[in-house]
């Protein structure tokens, strides 16, 4: 039998609402909202979040560089993530995810309201890794993801 995870469709964004958990970084419970993009191939947690949750980027091991909207930013390992979401019958489903933070290698004002202003995302490897597959009726405003 299959889970169906319900999404939000929200500004032309696809939104999983989540419990986020990472043990190694003392990180217990915490309510986040990504945006589901199947244009990239890694999961980031956006700078906002990181500064929220006190991550210390500058510790992390830089994974390489990656060019977001015209400006290149360093990707930064970060721990294995747990994900609580919750199927449209109420039960908890607990996944599990790498993510990486972004710290802009140049900085200026601009690019520091773009990096601020960039949601944390769920790609590609999100939905490999859980074997998750995104069913998405745009016309209708439905979006779900299936699980077995």
């Known amino acids: 039998m299959s889970n169906r995870i319900p999404l939000k469709f929200i500004d032309g964004?696809?939104?999983l609402t989540s419990i986020i958990e990472c043990p190694h970084?003392?990180?217990?419970?915490?309510?986040?909202?990504?945006?589901?993009?199947?244009?990239?191939?890694?999961?980031?947690?956006?700078?906002?979040?990181?500064?929220?949750?006190?991550?210390?980027?500058?510790?992390?091991k830089r994974k390489e560089d990656i060019p977001i909207g015209g400006s290149v930013f360093e990707q930064l390992d970060l721990p294995e993530f747990i994900i609580?979401?919750?199927?449209?019958?109420?039960?908890?489903?607990?996944l599990n995810q790498n993510l990486?933070?972004?710290?802009l290698s140049k900085v200026?004002?601009?690019?520091?309201?773009f990096v601020s202003a960039l949601?944390?995302?769920?790609?590609?490897?999100f939905l490999r890794r859980n074997k998750l597959s995104l069913h998405f009726f745009p016309a209708e405003d439905i979006a779900y993801l299936e699980c077995e």
């Open 84 to 94: 609580h979401v919750l199927d449209e019958g109420g039960s908890l489903l607990t």
């Open 108 to 113: 200026s004002y601009k690019k520091k309201e």
């Open 119 to 125: 949601p944390s995302i769920l790609g590609i490897d």
């Open 13 to 15: 964004r696809i939104i």
């Open 25 to 60: 970084l003392r990180i217990r419970k915490y309510p986040i909202e990504f945006v589901l993009d199947t244009g990239s191939t890694d999961s980031l947690l956006s700078t906002l979040e990181t500064t929220r949750l006190q991550i210390p980027v500058t510790s992390l």
């Open 100 to 103: 990486s933070a972004l710290r």
